[in-house]
């Protein structure tokens, strides 16, 4: 175990670490941006990167790791959860791919730690990241779990600090609340606090999907953590539904990231095939165990009235809607 800054460093140490030049990595289309760009980054340097595509739930197909694997490559990285979507990965069948074909396999476990239960033997994997603030840990600290006889280049250069593989003073008080919080994640799943959590969602999705015509669940079929709903309700702008939820005391969120001015559509949900406008009329709602049966109940008010009223100032579904008539 290598104890980081967070998830990003735990990603870029375990792909920059591992690969050399002349190498071939395997990756997918929906990873978190700290293994596209450091993906990406790889490529720049002339190392040879393929990207698996996801079917339309958001499920990376084992049998195309298989086939995507070269005799140079080096490094298979697969996500465990997604961070939008929620859709678990099948890694335990990734890692017996990667096995067999004698590769090593990192997964960005950061979505996934303390919402499942995660058992490194099970999943077979070399390298697997994980962030504290994802689960009531301290910003600023994570860690890279790296299998014994797995050898590392550091990103650091400096002290003999984690066995040479971080150089650089240890964050004690982050990673004695990483510690903390990770034994109390444990501790949630003895009393079933994920089961609660999935309890929690399902009533949000369901009563949503009843109540909003023209609405649905991405991923929905797939395997999810308990804790993740996106849902795309179609004629409005998922950025205008965050704010106007945001003004009544709802916190949400999107994939969609603005740059240069325009709303991108989410690299995730286009690449589970949905069309640019579903895409950006998508929103992510994450559940913690703080939560109770009001919140959703809060949610449950606010959703629907918010996402008509966007509908009726909406040109496109006031067209749809008049045509049907
Ligand atoms: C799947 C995934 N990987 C990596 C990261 C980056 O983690 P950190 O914010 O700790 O750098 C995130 C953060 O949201 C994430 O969701």
Redesign the pocket.
Known sequence: MVLTS????A?NLAIAGLVRPGDHVVSSTIE?H?VLNSCKRLEERGIEVTYVPVDGRGLVDPNDIRRAIRPNTRLVTI?MAN?ETGVLQPVAEIGKVCAEADVYFHT?A??AASKIPIRVKEIGCDLL?I?G??FHAPQGV?ALFVRKGTTLEPLFHGGSHERSRRAGTENVPGIVGLGKAAELALKGFELKDDRDIAALRDRLESSILRNVESAGVNGQGAPRVPNTSNIYFDYIEGEALIISLDLKGLAVSTGAACSSGAIEPSHVLTAMGLRPDRARASIRFSLGKQNTAEDVDFALQLVPASVARLRELSPLYNKTATQTV
């Open positions: 967070g998830g990003t460093e990603d978190h700290a996500m961070n960005d950061v979505q990241s962030s603030h994802k994570g």
